[in-house]
């Protein structure tokens, strides 16, 4: 039995009774706070285990809870929680990226501690929430309350330009959330389903004219998210700006949010919109993919460069998952958790780096692998793995999308995205060339150290993920399959149903057939 009573409610709110704990704290205690808060995401990710344990390979939500929650005149709001085949390893991924970002802040952050781990363990509730709800009133509420914490990280703790940063990202999000909001309103009241239960509205068939409305609304919030292109100028600012830990969750979990929405909320909800949208959507997908990779070959900012590549990648996610079939979206989600890994690892490295040197100028660094043999090979291996090469996780993903999306409807938008490999290998193998080698000409270049003990505890579970993953893909996807299998068909399913519908309102309206003449024979 995988039904262990209230274990997605304790994996959830696990990081808020540390924040109570947080608030009776001495602020003054630095590596207490620190060591509670890393206690509190480690005893999360270990809570979050059972779930990968427990899962049984099908397409059902397991691990469901659901309790009323809000009756308030015609709305019924319940806590309705579960997870499939989908949801399931971004749920581990947070799990396992926040200890790792709490690590990375033992140096990095000295003011205002107290408040740093609160806000990063109200960022875990908020994203662990936004996996797990059923309920479309529930996600809502757990995809604002992701908002806060993060544009505090980046306006208190950010860099010189931290609060243009944050604003930004902050106005850029919250449009998105409110059109959603008045999309979900509207859901509502159109289904007539009688409360917010994402499994009622699966059952709805709207009329095409109504879908693409509400699909413009969800996509609009998830396409900011994500960010796909032109929607994506916030993400450099924000990367570029947010502390290390800030930058790690940013890339690794926060921006899967809006690929997320898509593939939960906005494709089996609206499947008619999402075939008349789809060349839309690859189209800006593919730009996004080769503009970022353009943009990111001219940065002199290292972190600014990593905050490209992302838009690149998931430009590629977007292709997959708007492949419509199951290798498509298969290797979506696949390249969402290879994201995430390898990207996070990517800004952990930028930031011991910065914290030895503070600047992230490429121009001021060269010769660095003689003089950090340790960190040299760590960030090869990674850099190795966000250009997808064969053995790492990056291969695995961005083949599956290519397969699928030329199997589809995108062959040409496929032919064009291939580029993107060759020149997120240019722009990455370019950076890492003069960040690593050459002569060490800076005086200040030839007394750094290299990784100390921490810092190789931070990337060693990461570079394991990355081959684990590269090697043996098939538990990560043979979990997945099933629910993204259902999706598939239940977006299927519902446009069948709705052209049965219209198919009697439209025969009585058509003239009645002439019956033969009769001939007879004289």
């Not at 009688?194 to 709805?204: A, E, M, P, R």
């Amino acid at each position: 039995m995988n039904q262990m009573p209230a274990l997605l409610s304790i994996i959830t709110f696990t990081p808020l009774i540390g924040v109570i704990l947080l608030l009776f704290m001495n602020k003054n205690n630095h590596s207490v706070l620190r060591g509670l808060a890393m206690v509190v995401t480690l005893i999360t990710f270990l809570a979050s285990l059972p779930l990968v344990t427990g899962f049984q390979t099908n397409a059902e939500f397991q691990f469901v809870e659901m309790v009323p929650w809000i009756a308030a005149g015609p709305f019924q709001m319940n806590y309705h929680v579960g997870i499939d085949g989908i949801s399931l390893w971004l749920v581990i991924l947070t799990t396992f990226i926040m200890p790792i970002a709490v690590l990375s802040t033992w140096t990095a952050v000295e003011e205002k501690v107290k408040e740093y781990m609160v806000c990063l363990l109200l960022l875990e509730v908020g994203m662990l929430g936004a996996f797990i709800s059923l309920d479309l009133f529930l996600f809502y509420i757990f995809w604002e309350v992701m908002l806060i914490p993060m544009y505090f990280i980046i306006g208190i703790w950010g860099g010189k330009r931290k609060i243009y940063a944050a604003v930004k990202f902050f106005i850029y999000t919250m449009v998105g959330s409110l059109l959603m909001l008045v999309a979900l309103i509207f859901l509502y009241f159109k289904a007539g389903a009688g409360d917010f239960n994402l499994l009622h509205f699966y059952q709805v068939a709207l009329d095409p004219a109504t879908q693409t409305w509400l699909f413009l609304a969800f996509a609009l919030a998830f396409a900011i998210k994500v960010p796909m292109f032109p929607l994506h100028t916030w993400l450099p600012d924000a990367h570029t700006e947010a502390p290390t830990a800030g930058s790690v969750i940013l890339a690794a979990i926060l921006l899967k949010m809006g690929t997320y929405g898509f593939v939960r909320f906005a494709m089996p909800l609206f499947p008619d919109a999402t075939e008349q949208f789809t060349p839309l959507i690859a189209t800006l997908a593919v730009i996004g993919i080769i503009y970022a990779a353009l943009v990111a070959m001219v940065q002199e900012d290292v972190k600014k460069l990593v905050a490209y590549s992302s838009v690149a990648h998931l430009g590629f996610v977007m292709l997959g998952v708007f492949a419509l079939n199951q290798q498509g979206v298969a290797g979506g989600m696949l390249q969402m958790l290879n994201h995430g890994v390898s990207t996070g690892a990517l800004f952990l490295i930028v930031g011991f780096i910065y914290e030895r040197r503070h600047t992230r100028l490429i121009t001021d660094f060269g010769g660095l692998s003689k003089q950090m043999p340790i960190f040299a090979t760590v960030f090869m291996i990674v850099t190795l793995s966000s250009i997808g090469l064969p053995g790492t996780n990056g291969f695995v993903g961005e083949f599956l999308i290519l397969l699928g999306a030329f199997e589809s409807k995108l062959r040409w938008y496929t032919v064009i995205a291939t580029s993107g490999v060759i020149l997120s290998a240019v722009y990455m193998l370019w950076m890492f060339q003069r960040v690593m080698f050459g002569e060490l000409n800076n005086p200040k270049n030839q007394t750094l150290k290299d990784l100390n003990a921490r810092e190789i505890a931070i990337m060693v579970p990461l570079i394991i993920l990355i081959f684990v993953m590269g090697v043996y893909p098939t538990p990560f996807i043979d979990k997945m399959n099933p629910a993204i299998d259902r999706m598939i068909q239940l977006s299927k399913t519902k446009q069948a149903a709705r052209l049965q519908q219209q198919v009697p309102a439209v025969l009585p309206q058509a003239a009645p057939l002439a019956a033969p003449p009769v001939l007879e024979m004289k």
